[in-house]
C-alpha cells in the first residue's frame, strides 16, 4: 500500500471521511498504531516530558527529536509523518524554525509536516507557520488552548471568535492541517466548516474532521497507574507482574 500524502489527507476532509491520527514517539508504537489503520502519525514533543524525563521541557534537544522521530519515519509504509519540534526552536523565532525544519527534512526524508505550537501565543508565532512551509516540509499549527487534564472546554463566544480568527489567519499563512484543542463541540464544528483544511484534536467528538490518540494514554503504559485504581485495563497492570517475577527471581537466586 502506497503512503499517503498531504494532499490525501485534505481529500478525505473534501469526501467526508474521517482521519484517524496517533501519538507515536517509537518504532513499536508506531507498527501498531500503522496495523491499526491511522493515516497520521505525530511524534509529539510531550516525548521530552513522557518517555525522555525531563521536568524543564527546554531541556529537550533537536538531537533527540531527530532520533525519535526518525524511528518512527523508518518503520511508517503508510501513515502521513509529523514531527513536534522543541519549546526552544520556537523560542528561537523564524529563521530557527526555518533552519530545524530543512535540518528534519535532510535527517528524515519521510517527514511530511511540522507541528508548530502557536496556542495562545499567536500574535508572536504566527510567522513561524510561514518558515516551516518556506524550508520545503507542510505546517501543521496547534491553536486553541493550552491542555489541562480534566479542565473545561473553552466555549464562550470569545473563544470561538478568537479560534475562529486564528483558523482563518493560519490558513491563509498556508496551513495544511490544524491541530484544535480544548474547545467546545461548538467550536470544533464551526472551525470546520470554516476551513478548506482538515481540523483534528484529542479531545474533539465527530464534529471534527478527524481524533488524535496519544499512544501511551490510551493504552495506559505509564507507570503511575500502578499507584491507583482508576485504570483497571491499563497495559502497566499485564506488564508489571511480569517484570516483578523476574526481578524477584533474582533475588532468591531461582532464574
Request: charge should be negative.
Amino acid at each position: 500500500m502506497a503512503r499517503l500524502t498531504v494532499q490525501d489527507l485534505q481529500q478525505m476532509k473534501r469526501d467526508g471521511k474521517k482521519i484517524a491520527a496517533g501519538v507515536a514517539y517509537e518504532a513499536q508504537m508506531a507498527r501498531m498504531f500503522e496495523r491499526a489503520g491511522v493515516h497520521l502519525l505525530s511524534v509529539g514533543d510531550s516525548l521530552s516530558r513522557v518517555f525522555l524525563g525531563y521536568t524543564n521541557p527546554l531541556d529537550y534537544k533537536v538531537e533527540e527529536m531527530l532520533t525519535f522521530g526518525g524511528a518512527v519515519a523508518r518503520v511508517a509504509e503508510h501513515a502521513v509523518i509529523s514531527i513536534d519540534v522543541p519549546d526552544s526552536v520556537l523560542l528561537g523565532g523564524p529563521h530557527e524554525m526555518e533552519r530545524v525544519t530543512r535540518l528534519i527534512k535532510e535527517t528524515i526524508p519521510n517527514a511530511d509536516m511540522i507541528k508548530v505550537d502557536i496556542r495562545e501565543r499567536e500574535d508572536e508565532l504566527i510567522d513561524e507557520v510561514e518558515a516551516v512551509i518556506s524550508a520545503g516540509l507542510h505546517a501543521y499549527p496547534q491553536i486553541g488552548f493550552e491542555y489541562v487534564a480534566g479542565g473545561n472546554m473553552h466555549d464562550t463566544l470569545a473563544d470561538m471568535e478568537k479560534t475562529l480568527k486564528w483558523a482563518d489567519e493560519v490558513v491563509k499563512r498556508g496551513a495544511s492541517m490544524i491541530d484544535l484543542t480544548m474547545v467546545s463541540k461548538d467550536i470544533y464544528a464551526a472551525v470546520c466548516q470554516a476551513v478548506e483544511v482538515p481540523v483534528i484534536g484529542g479531545q474533539s467528538g465527530s464534529e471534527s474532521d478527524g481524533k488524535i490518540y496519544v499512544g501511551y494514554a490510551i493504552t495506559g503504559y505509564q507507570a503511575s497507574i500502578l499507584d491507583n485504581d482508576s485504570s483497571p485495563d491499563a497495559v502497566v497492570r499485564s506488564m508489571y507482574p511480569v517484570i516483578e517475577k523476574a526481578v524477584k527471581a533474582v533475588h532468591q537466586n531461582n532464574w
